[in-house]
């Protein structure tokens, strides 16, 4: 199993700001994942972040928007840039073991 | 693309009754399925992941099927109690996760 430390549980924020999301995982793993679950909705990946290269983003969400840093095998940040009332959400970081999906406990943000 | 779909929405039952949770999926192309528990603001608990060469995995008062050629699993509560009260989310692994809308679960004492 892993245990993912994600941080901060919550915020609120200004519209137009930016917040950095960290996740810490307690072993090495090779991809981390973000998602998004907007209120009343389920989990939206919004990237993959491997070691040492960029993230892959999925259809609808830009690295200027959502930029992610891997710097090793265990530590993730994603960065909600230039917020607006619309990025309010819950954002989570999961990893995948040999089978099972791990996840963070989420960042519930909040943008006024 | 991968679907699912979660029935009921939400479901409200007195502590003590048995209940069962459904999700459907439309590719039965999975490498497995997992079910996960989710409280008000919080990240999501795995509770149970099925291989999709297994049929059934269960863990204390939950018991979770699964039956890839139909597309649909099934999370069967025994016995619920008050701290049961989440949102239950059941999610597939088809090379990307894919999560249902889940099902708001609210036990009454």
């Known amino acids: 199993s892993a245990v993912i430390s994600q941080k901060p549980s919550r915020d609120i924020c200004q519209r137009g700001t930016s917040l950095t999301i960290q996740c810490q995982v307690d072993s090495q793993v090779t991809m981390m994942f973000w998602y998004r679950q907007q209120p009343g909705q389920s989990l939206t990946l919004i990237a993959t972040a491997n070691q040492g290269s960029e993230a892959t983003y999925e259809s609808g969400f830009v690295i200027d928007k959502f930029p992610i840093s891997r710097p090793n095998l265990t530590f993730s940040t994603l960065t909600v840039s230039n917020m607006s009332p619309e990025d309010s959400s819950i954002y989570l970081c999961s990893v995948v073991g040999a089978t099972e999906a791990f996840f963070g406990q989420g960042t519930r943000l909040t943008v006024v | 693309k991968q679907e699912v779909t979660q029935i009921p929405a939400a479901l409200s039952v007195p502590e003590g009754e048995n209940l069962v949770l459904n999700c459907s999926f439309t590719?039965?192309?999975?490498?497995?399925l997992q079910w996960f528990r989710q409280d008000p603001g919080k990240g999501l608990t795995s509770l149970l992941l099925?291989?999709?060469?297994?049929r059934e995995q269960t863990s204390g008062r939950l018991n979770a099927s699964l039956d890839k050629s139909s597309g649909r699993s099934t999370l069967y509560i025994a016995a619920s109690q008050p701290g049961d009260s989440a949102t239950y989310l059941c999610a597939v692994d088809s090379n990307q996760f894919y999560f249902g809308t889940g099902t708001s679960l609210t036990v009454i004492p």
């Open positions: 099925i291989q999709s060469s297994q």
């Open positions: 590719d039965s192309a999975i490498y497995n």
